[in-house]
Structures are given as C-alpha cells and as structure tokens.
C-alpha cells in the first residue's frame, strides 16, 4: 500500500499551473518518484511544490523553481550538462533524463553519497557523480552545453563562465544567499552574456574557492 500522499501527476499539475511548458520536462517530473529523492521525515511533501530540508543546513530547489531554471536551459537531449549542488539527485535525475550526460558536483560528502544511493536506485545511469568543490566546475570534463548552478553567488564564478561551451547557456542565481535573481546567460566568443532574468528567489550560498568561505558543516 502507498503511504505517500500524493503522487507525480500532483505535481506535474503544480508546475504546469507555475508556468513550466516544456513537455519533455514535465514528462520527465511525472516519471521520476520524487519520494524517492527526499528524506523519510519529509515524504509528505514529496508531491507538493514545496522545498524539503535535507540536512547540515540545506534544501531542495522546489520544484517548480528548478524546473524553470531547467527550462532556461533548452535542453533538447544531446547536451553535455554540469550540474552545481546535487542535493539528493532529484533535480540530477531530471537533467539525466532531459541531456545525453550530466556531470553533478556536491561539497558535502554524506548529502551526495545520499544522492548516489537515490540514483542508483531509480537506474540513472548517465550521471557521473563528484564529490568536490563546485565553485570551481569539472574541468577535466568541460566544455559543457548547460550549467546549472543550485547555490548564490553575486557574480558567475570565472571558472564556471569558462567551462560552458561557445552558444550553451548557464543559469545561476545571482546575489548574497537569501535574496537572488536567477538568471540565464548564454556563452558567446566575448564571454557570458545575460540573456534574461529567470525569476527572484531565496538559495542557499555557493560555497568554494570561488564562491563563500566554507562554513563548518562542510
């Protein structure tokens, strides 16, 4: 019997209500369990449009904010993407199911053998999972189609800003932790341009050589 309440299709409708259009992205929220991705104190939220405590400090990207920041990145299945803050893997899974690969940095090492364990069970084979440093990207994987960056920062990291390739794009939130713009660039041969804003929103702070000193937990 399933003790969750709610199921995927809840949520489905909560995005398309947010103004999420691209059916490929909804698709992929509606086969991807998202009980599955958070704790087990917090599965009664699981299939609400609501972030999720995961632990030293951190939160979920809600949902319908992760899926607006997914969709700025146009991702049309052949992409070669990076991943900044995989949490549990929920947001992870949906870019594995939307690009050709993903490479997923997280900083803290408990959260992202969390995440490990979550893909492996849902058979997400396309990821390749690091445990480091993100403000500083993968280097030795660059360049990447897409970047998503989970954490605030004001400016893009100049590492990250190098490793998207020529024409793929970038989205970040832009400001000091806890009052953002997320925001869309997109790479040209002069560097980052901004396209547009996403939307405002409240992130935890990117953490890193280029980013915010580390805190304690880390």
């Known amino acids: 019997m399933n003790a969750v309440p709610g199921k995927p299709d809840d949520l489905v409708r909560a995005l398309a209500v947010a103004g999420i259009r691209d059916e490929r992205l909804l698709e992929a929220?509606?086969?991807?369990?998202?009980?599955?991705?958070?704790?087990?104190?917090?599965?009664?939220?699981?299939?609400?449009?609501?972030?999720?405590?995961?632990?030293?400090?951190q939160v979920t990207t809600q949902p319908?904010?992760?899926?607006?920041?997914?969709?700025?990145?146009?991702?049309?299945?052949?992409e070669h993407v990076l991943?900044?803050?995989?949490?549990?893997?929920?947001?992870?899974a949906l870019l594995a199911r939307l690009a050709a690969d993903v490479v997923s940095i997280e900083i803290r090492p408990d959260i992202a053998r969390q995440a490990r364990g979550n893909l492996a069970r849902q058979d997400v084979r396309n990821v390749e999972l690091r445990v480091g440093d993100g403000s500083g990207g993968v280097p030795d994987r660059a360049p990447y189609d897409a970047v998503l960056v989970s954490a605030a920062f004001p400016e893009v990291p100049a590492p990250l800003a190098a490793q998207v390739r020529p024409g793929g794009r970038l989205v970040q939130p832009i400001g000091p932790g806890g009052s953002e713009q997320v925001v869309c660039f997109e790479r040209t041969a002069s560097g980052l341009v901004r396209l547009r804003v996403l939307t405002p929103a409240c992130f935890v702070r990117l953490q890193g050589r280029y980013g915010f000193p580390p805190d304690e937990t880390v």
């Open 83 to 92: 991943e900044v803050g995989t949490g549990l893997g929920f947001q992870t």
């Open 29 to 57: 929220v509606r086969t991807t369990p998202r009980a599955d991705f958070v704790p087990a104190g917090q599965v009664s939220f699981a299939y609400r449009d609501v972030a999720v405590a995961i632990g030293q400090g």
């Open 64 to 78: 319908s904010l992760s899926a607006l920041m997914i969709e700025g990145l146009r991702l049309a299945g052949s």
